[in-house]
């Protein structure tokens, strides 16, 4: 059986990640990036081939879903989910 659950992988850090890190500034990594990232955005939407306007940034996986869920719901609505 593999975990999944807690995101986080047995073999460690992939390298290229420790090597950005390593040349990150200590101000970079000391906090958020920023929320809506063109920048990042740009990078991604060309690394998987697709508009920009179909990436979506934010802080983290539970901003997003947060923000998808109020755009595409009323209050009152019903919404069926998975327990993580």
Avoid: F, H
Avoid at 3 to 26: F, H, Q, Y
């Amino acid at each position: 059986m593999i975990e999944l659950g807690d995101n986080t992988s047995r073999w460690g850090a992939p390298p290229s990640a420790l090597r950005a890190m390593r040349a990150a500034s200590e101000s970079a990594l000391a906090g958020y990036p920023q929320i809506y990232s063109e920048d990042l955005k740009t990078v991604l939407a060309a690394y998987a081939n697709v508009d920009e306007d179909m990436i979506v940034t934010g802080c983290g996986s539970d901003d997003i879903l947060n923000s998808t869920i109020r755009a595409v719901t009323e209050p009152g609505d019903r919404l069926a989910m998975l327990d993580p």
